[in-house]
């Protein structure tokens, strides 16, 4: 939120961007385990902050959940939303896909949870929101399927064969090619796990033979 704030009608640059969209990646449940790296992250967004703008205010995260219950609801799914869409988008930008929309309004959407609105302000922010969050869907399918091709119908084995093997959970594709490259004809089989079971389904990961099920 306080990058969000020195961001505030100027132009933040690349560095920024990234900060915002892996700081929020970096609060989603299953990836916030290591805390060394969160206080790098805190210390990298501060640090970008004060280039920007180094009277802006960050905001006291336990404000966060004071307040109306209606309220707390509603600015938590807005951060929520904005944590999910982070991941997305950063898949998406490791691709090398952006859209300045998407960008620009986690600045926005960050700036708003540090303010005060109504119920009904609220609602709007989500419903416009919800909107960008499509367009950050509609360009991290770009970002699959111009990389790994168009998804086709796929059976997916669930037995494990003998031999050392790797299971490799999440939703990041990148990843996932990468594990796949390193692993090429060394005997070791990968097998995916929970949302990554969608990667089968595309041509240029269906062609390594050492993927082999779910």
Request: glycine letters at 8%.
């Amino acid at each position: 939120i306080g990058l969000a704030r020195a961001a505030a009608g100027k132009p933040p640059g690349k560095a920024a961007d990234k900060i915002m969209l892996q700081g929020l990646f970096t609060t989603v449940t299953n990836v916030n385990f290591d805390p060394p790296r969160i206080d790098a992250m805190i210390a990298a967004a501060r640090a970008e902050k004060n280039k920007l703008d180094a009277a802006a205010t960050d905001f006291p995260a336990a404000d966060l959940w004071a307040g109306n219950e209606d309220i707390v609801s509603l600015r938590s799914t807005l951060l929520l939303g904005l944590r999910g869409m982070a991941a997305y988008a950063w898949h998406a930008a490791v691709l090398g896909k952006t859209d300045d929309e998407v960008t620009a309004w986690f600045y926005k959407g960050m700036r708003a949870l540090g303010e005060e609105h109504s119920a009904e302000e609220w609602l709007g922010l989500l419903m416009e929101f919800g909107q960008v969050n499509l367009k950050c869907m509609a360009l991290l399918d770009e970002a699959n399927t111009s990389t790994y091709g168009h998804p086709v119908p796929t059976v997916v084995p669930t037995t494990v064969e003998k031999g050392p093997f790797i299971v490799i959970t999440g939703h990041d594709l990148h990843d996932l090619k990468q594990l796949l490259e390193q692993t090429a004809g060394k005997g070791i089989n990968v097998y995916t796990h929970g949302e990554m079971l969608p990667a089968h389904a595309y041509p240029e990961l269906k062609k390594y033979p050492h993927l082999k099920g779910n």
